[in-house]
């Protein structure tokens, strides 16, 4: 079956200390990886996403993910955190029939 | 470029009472989704049109909800009745079928008293 796992459900860092999200997920094959972020009474925005090539991808807002097909992980990094991510963020895979898989998403505080 | 547009953006109604969503996708997008988001959840596919065809809607509890995208555009999801459980954020996303992106709208926020 496929699925998506974030193991953190609630994540506090310090502003300006670096950030790193897990994700892992269950697919027959290499799917297509997505991360959102969510603010508080918003919508999904999203961050970055691989299809293929190279492992590491950049996104929107200063954030990185690598894809490591060997442990079936795609997670998410910032360097330098800042007060304004604080949010929740999804991961996603893109499932057979077209649709988006998500996991429960892990709720980020940053602490100034 | 316009994203995808969703109104209500917020929504208070009484149990048992109808209430309905529409939704705008980004030009051009020709697949139209509707997921269901519960508190601390992620969203979770209710129904995907291809153009004006449902074509995946296994998970729409076909009970009390309905939805239709008339002329591949813009498309209303509909709860009759609402109950209690249905509090919930109901997003609406579009993507184009030579990009393998899900675009989101701000989604509409449902609250059933």
């Known amino acids: 079956a496929q699925s998506v796992t974030q193991p953190d459900i609630h994540i506090t860092v310090s502003e300006g200390a670096s950030l790193e999200l897990r994700c892992n997920y269950s697919?027959?094959?290499?799917?297509?990886l997505f991360w959102y972020v969510q603010s508080p009474g918003q919508g999904l925005q999203l961050l970055l996403k691989?299809?293929?090539?190279?492992?590491l991808v950049q996104g929107i807002k200063g954030f990185e993910a690598e894809f490591k097909r060997s442990q079936s992980s795609f997670n998410l990094r910032k360097p330098s955190v800042h007060w304004s991510d604080a949010a929740e963020y999804f991961c996603?895979?893109?499932?057979?029939?077209?649709?988006?898989?998500f996991g429960k998403g892990t709720k980020l505080s940053v602490k100034p | 470029e316009a994203g995808v547009v969703q109104s209500p953006r917020y929504k208070i109604i009484e149990k048992k009472q109808p209430v309905a969503f529409w939704c705008n996708p980004i030009?051009?997008?020709?697949?139209l989704y509707w997921y269901l988001q519960n508190l601390g959840q992620g969203p979770e596919l209710l129904i995907r049109?291809?153009?004006?065809?449902?074509?995946?809607d296994s998970q729409l509890p076909k009970d009390r909800f309905s939805a239709e995208r008339l002329k591949g555009v813009d498309s209303t999801l509909k709860i009759q009745p609402a109950e209690l459980g249905d509090s919930a954020v109901y997003l609406c996303?579009?993507?184009?079928?030579?990009?393998?992106?899900?675009?989101f709208g701000e989604g509409s926020w449902l609250t059933v008293v």
């Open positions: 996303a579009s993507s184009w079928d030579r990009d393998n992106t899900i675009y």
């Open positions: 697919y027959g094959a290499t799917p297509y």
């Open positions: 691989y299809f293929s090539g190279d492992t």
């Open positions: 996603a895979i893109g499932g057979s029939q077209g649709n988006l898989i």
């Open positions: 030009s051009g997008h020709n697949t």
């Open positions: 049109y291809e153009n004006e065809e449902a074509v995946d």
